[in-house]
């Protein structure tokens, strides 16, 4: 079975530009979230979605962030206009439903110059 | 406020020790407890994880216990290998909200 599959993996790119990420979670996990995680911290989330209803997106800086799921499968998170404070790796997250067990992709690396 | 806490922040033994990593939270209210490894530049894997109801899952060389009352979890590893380096991070699900409260994690690091 595939796992959650998360691209790119890297992307620099130069501040004040727009930069989207892509995410397709396992087949079937109706919970999709996406977090941001900084070197030696524990993972932020930004915003959870129940099929394709965003559940909790408090977090989500929404001047500059945004995030669609369409037909409740994979998912994009957009930054728009990229800060240098953005650099970070930003992780895509499923599960089968709200409580149950996360399982992550490899992550893309931002690096804002 | 639910805080979750791990500590050591780091931690470095020899290979083929037993070890164990700590995890405590402040609000026992929680649906379930899930410990994480995070190898560097990768995501996370999800190695166990316990329902509020268990005292303690168990895969491999891995058990992880719970205890509500006293808001701590630990993770044991027995016979370690130097493949088992990496970030240990424990994750707490809270009941009313469904809201996943992170530790900032245990670097591991097992030593030939």
């Known amino acids: 079975e595939a796992g959650v599959v998360q691209s790119p993996r890297y992307k620099i790119i130069e501040k004040k530009q727009p930069v989207a990420f892509w995410c397709n979670p396992i087949s079937g996990h109706n919970t999709l979230y996406w977090y941001r995680q900084n070197l030696g911290q524990g993972p932020e989330l930004l915003i959870r979605y129940e099929n394709e209803e965003a559940v909790d997106d408090s977090q989500l800086p929404k001047d500059r962030f945004s995030a669609e799921r369409l037909k409740g499968v994979d998912s994009t998170l957009k930054i728009q206009p990229a800060e240098l404070g953005d650099s970070a790796v930003y992780l895509c997250a499923s599960s089968p439903w709200g409580p149950g067990e996360l399982f992550f992709g490899e992550g893309s690396r931002l690096t804002v110059l | 406020k639910q805080e979750v806490t791990q500590i050591p922040a780091a931690l470095s033994v020899p290979e083929g020790e037993n070890l164990v990593l700590n995890c405590s939270f402040t609000d026992s209210a929680i649906y379930n407890l899930q410990w994480f490894r995070q190898d560097p530049g990768k995501g996370l894997t999800s190695l166990l994880l316990i329902q509020s109801s268990q005292r303690e899952q168990t895969s491999g060389r891995l058990n992880a216990s719970l205890d509500k009352s006293s808001g701590r979890s630990t993770l044991y590893i027995a016979a370690s290998q130097p493949g088992d380096s990496a970030t240990y991070l424990c994750?707490?699900?809270?009941?009313?909200?469904?809201?996943?409260?992170w530790g900032a994690g245990t670097k591991l690091i097992i030593k030939p």
């Open positions: 994750a707490a699900l809270m009941d009313s909200n469904y809201q996943l409260i």
